[in-house]
């Protein structure tokens, strides 16, 4: 009887063991969903692209926040013999030049008009050479919606890699803007060899 007691104890116990170790992996893998499922929901949600809103002639453009430097009013330049037409000269800034490229020309489209007191220089966050784009008008950062299907289809030029609509708290939502690669657009401009400050 004693042995059939202690079998009855010790099938009890290992019973119970199994029963803790089953409890332990039940309770792992509950807290295991839980915090995949918490994860799921608390991850945040990838931050919205923000393009600093430019316009040159009737075509509205989306440079990119994390390329742009600094916006300054347009200024006089120093023209650069046997540049190209795009190339509108060069000024100094904190003892460095800074080349100036006409956006409308690089993309193709009608330059802007030469005597407009309202454009700007787009300086742009790079090293060697240090560049600025001179555009129309800057007019505001903005969240941007980029355009999918059809309505992103044909891109007109090598340097736009995409379509997007100003979000919320533009004036005109249905504007589209051409969204830029500004290394794209610098590429026919920069010499192989970099010279510094050109």
């Known amino acids: 009887m004693a042995k059939s007691v202690r079998r009855k104890l010790h099938q009890m116990a290992q019973f119970r063991v199994r029963s803790a170790e089953e409890r332990r992996r ?14 799921d929901a608390s991850a945040p949600a990838e931050a919205p692209a923000r393009a600093l809103v430019c316009g040159s002639g009737r075509e509205r453009f989306g440079i990119p926040v994390e390329v742009v430097a600094e916006i300054l009013p347009a200024q006089k330049c120093v023209p650069v013999p046997d540049a190209a037409p795009a190339l509108i000269g060069l000024f100094g800034r904190g003892g460095r030049l800074v080349s100036v490229i006409d956006l409308a020309v690089a993309l193709g ?3 802007a008009a030469a005597d407009d007191g309202d454009q700007h220089f787009v300086l742009l966050r790079r090293e060697q050479p240090q560049v600025a784009l001179r555009v129309e008008r800057a007019y505001a950062v903005s969240e941007i919606l980029p355009l999918a299907g059809e309505e992103a289809a044909g891109f007109r030029n090598d340097a736009v890699t995409g379509y997007a609509r100003p979000a919320a708290g533009m004036s005109d939502q249905e504007e589209t803007l051409s969204l830029l690669d500004t290394e794209r657009l610098l590429r026919p401009f920069l010499p192989s060899s970099p010279v510094p400050g050109v």
């Open 26 to 39: 039940q309770i792992l893998d509950d807290r295991t969903a839980n915090l995949a499922a918490r994860k």
């Open 109 to 111: 489209l009608e330059p």
